[in-house]
């Protein structure tokens, strides 16, 4: 997944004023069965080797999808070497089976004219050892939490919204955090020194109640489930802007009441401050559960062996 600038404001007006009207709406959900092939055309927006990706602004699939901008996987991550922000691009999105890739991906312009949608200057990850401000939220209990509340303990925090139609994303991020629960709940001294966060860019409609389902589901406990571990929360209107900018979020309102977005994950240390980041959906629960186990025994402050 591409990594937003922290300016959220000037990333988004600048991708909004480079993009056709109606092209950043969500892909279709997509059924599990017999994989299909369309071709897809469209202006490479950015780029992200660590998961293989392109983000791309492609047009309309009859019969597919609407045009729009978002993240595709590629069957050969290779390809991203000779791939840059700004070229044109073609190649066949193979539907179905265990999920989306874009095969046999080429650059189709020669000039390779590069129009950045988000200036270079502006993107920044987050990195170890930065310090996380005390963001507040409203969650699935109607309660306001607050990141201070979790001092001393390794905090888990990742974004989603209960609407998001991509099995790949939201899903997927929740997916992996119920299998690094799992993981934390079978050593409980580890399972005492953390707690996981999954927060929702969208508060409008992921009120406490929704978000109380939603875990649950996730969780496997439904209504009996006490959220104790792991916290399903909004943040409030006023504070959503600053909270994605921090993390380096990007959340546009697309057709069809949903959005399209970026991911953010992180391990917060006991002291508060960054302990690992991850940008996009190609983390694995193990290698988070590494992170914790690393970040536990790490002094306040210190680098750890």
Not at 4 to 15: K, P
Not at 38 to 58: D, F, H, M, Q, S
Not at 204 to 217: C, H, K, M, W
Request: charged share 20%.
């Amino acid at each position: 997944m591409l990594f937003f600038s922290r300016s959220i404001a000037l990333a988004l007006v600048g991708i909004a004023a480079l993009l056709p009207s109606g092209c950043r709406q969500a892909a279709p959900a997509v059924a599990a069965g017999p994989v299909r092939h369309y071709p897809l055309a469209g202006k490479v927006v950015g780029t992200n080797a660590e998961t293989g990706e392109l983000e791309i602004a492609a047009g309309a699939i009859p019969g597919f999808m609407d045009a729009m901008t978002m993240p595709y996987r590629l069957q050969d991550p290779g390809a991203l070497r000779a791939i840059h922000r700004g070229d044109q691009v073609a190649g066949t999105l193979a539907v179905g089976g265990e999920g989306t890739v874009l095969e046999s991906v080429r650059v189709t312009d020669a000039s390779r004219e590069v129009r950045e949608a988000v200036p270079q200057s502006l993107m920044k990850p987050l990195v170890p050892g930065e310090a996380v401000p005390d963001f507040s939220f409203l969650d699935q209990s109607k309660q306001v939490i607050r990141l201070s509340q979790y001092r001393g303990k390794v905090v888990v925090l990742t974004f989603i919204y209960t609407h998001c139609p991509l099995s790949e994303y939201c899903p997927r991020m929740s997916r992996n955090f119920a299998e690094v629960d799992k993981a934390l709940a079978a050593s409980p001294p580890l399972y005492d020194r953390t707690h996981l966060l999954s927060i929702s860019f969208d508060p409008e409609r992921d009120t406490p109640a929704v978000l109380r389902s939603y875990g649950g589901a996730y969780t496997g406990q439904y209504t009996n489930e006490t959220f104790a571990h792991w916290s399903f929360a909004a943040p409030r209107r006023a504070e959503l802007a600053p909270l994605l900018e921090f993390f380096d979020v990007s959340a546009v309102p697309a057709p069809g009441a949903t959005l399209t977005h970026s991911l953010s994950t992180v391990v917060i240390g006991p002291d508060g401050r960054v302990a690992k980041w991850y940008g996009g959906n190609g983390w694995t629960p193990a290698q988070v559960v590494a992170d914790v186990e690393h970040a536990v025994t790490v002094p306040a402050g210190g680098k750890g062996a």
